[in-house]
């Protein structure tokens, strides 16, 4: 892996750096959360060259082990990991696991063991039985609106789950999502999608970073874009903050403006 921006003298080419793999404190120094008074959103996604967010549905065909280990290094670092129903379903998402190689780091940035799983939906059509409400380390937090159906939100509870109501519809408003995540400890924040519920970040304009993780492969096909639903007003715009490099993979990572 090579750091090519912000460019440093430092930079190796492309053939002296094939061979070197970043440490996880190395990778935990590059996405530190910046110091700030209130929340930050950041968004963990991978895109294809041609555009796509998934392939077949999900999104580990355009992965890598690289990749993996970012977005093992971007759980470590966060709160709260903030995901659609419909990604926790396709995906079969299990709560996240203790690391050692970040207990240390954890304990000094006065958080938790592990961060939650904070999972957004109006339904509540989920498997309440599975170990991601059942048996995490820490429990599982249900983002849903007021006019939720009370007997799913009773099932959620009786399963283990913490229901959050951050709407006054049955869906979630974005912004009460956030701030409500706040209120209760939960300042760093990751979203891992799905594509709906990024879109709807973003059109919220709550989102502070996105790292997109550009996979040198393509696709075809109809597959979704990293983020969906309706277009904003106005292009939002993003600096580019760093990028990095390995094996063809291009990790950046964009901050709002």
């Known amino acids: 892996m090579r750091q090519l921006f912000p460019v440093t003298d430092q930079t190796p080419d492309a ?4 061979d070197t793999q970043w440490s996880l404190h190395e990778l935990a120094d590059a996405y530190a959360y910046p110091r700030t008074d209130g929340p930050w959103l950041r ?4 895109s294809s060259l041609d555009g796509a967010g998934q392939h077949e549905g999900r999104s580990q065909p355009l992965s890598s082990e690289t990749d993996m280990r970012v977005f093992g290094t971007l759980r470590a670092l966060a709160d709260a990991i903030v995901v659609g129903a419909e990604t926790v379903r396709l995906e079969g998402y299990r709560p996240a696991r203790a690391r050692p190689e970040f207990a240390a780091r954890r304990e000094a940035a006065g958080q938790g063991p592990v961060a939650a799983i904070a999972v957004v939906t109006a339904s509540l059509d989920l498997d309440f039985s599975l170990p991601l409400f059942a048996s995490p380390l820490v429990p599982t937090l249900v983002l849903t609106g007021a ?3 009370p007997e799913r939100i009773r099932e959620a509870e ?5 229901v959050v109501v951050a709407g006054d519809g049955p869906g979630v408003e974005p912004e009460r999502a956030v701030r409500a995540l706040a209120e209760r400890g939960f300042r760093r924040l990751l979203t891992e999608g799905g594509p709906r519920l990024l879109g709807q970040f973003v059109a919220a304009d709550v989102l502070d970073e996105l790292c997109l993780t550009v996979s040198p492969t393509l696709t075809a096909g109809d597959a979704q874009r990293i983020a969906g639903g309706p277009p904003v007003p106005v292009p939002q715009r993003f600096a580019l903050t760093s990028l990095l490099e390995d094996a063809g993979f291009l990790y950046t ?3 709002r403006i």
């Open 15 to 18: 053939e002296a750096a094939k």
């Open 43 to 46: 968004a963990n996604m991978v």
């Open 147 to 149: 006019a939720a159906d």
């Open 158 to 162: 009786r399963g283990g789950a913490e």
């Open 253 to 255: 990572r964009y901050r």
